[in-house]
């Protein structure tokens, strides 16, 4: 079983940065795709972006630009750093394992997730 702990989330004003963390406890396959997705307060859970094992990545277009994912493997942790942070970013995130490997497009991995963290809060003031 792997557990995913996410930290970092936080109040920033308008144009600020945040870096968040996912980490990953447990057994954890060889091959796999890491998602970041957030729900937004009143609305559906969306996918921001997604990272392959072989480091390939996808964005959604209201976050490209300003959003980077990455992994570090010998730690066993995602991250996804937020620049430019706008009002409309504000949501709980979440990170998600996906155990089939490869990014579909639009912030997504292919395949459902099967793990999801506990999600960490992320507020832009305007």
């Known amino acids: 079983q792997v557990q995913l702990v996410e930290s970092g989330g936080g109040s920033v004003q308008a144009g600020g940065s945040l870096r968040l963390s996912c980490v990953a406890y447990?057994?954890?396959?060889?091959?796999?795709?890491m998602g970041w997705f957030r729900q937004p307060p009143g609305k559906a859970r969306e996918g921001v972006a997604g990272?392959?094992?072989?480091?390939?990545?996808t964005y959604a277009d209201y976050v490209k630009g300003r959003f980077t994912i990455s992994q570090d493997n010998a730690k066993n942790t995602l991250y996804l750093q937020m620049d430019s942070l706008k009002p409309e970013d504000t949501a709980m995130y979440y990170c998600a394992l996906h155990p089939r490997p490869g990014v579909a497009g639009g912030g997504y991995c292919i395949g459902s997730p099967t793990r999801w963290g506990q999600g960490t809060q992320v507020t832009v003031s305007s």
């Open positions: 990272i392959d094992t072989d480091g390939s990545t």
């Open positions: 447990g057994y954890f396959p060889g091959v796999y795709c």
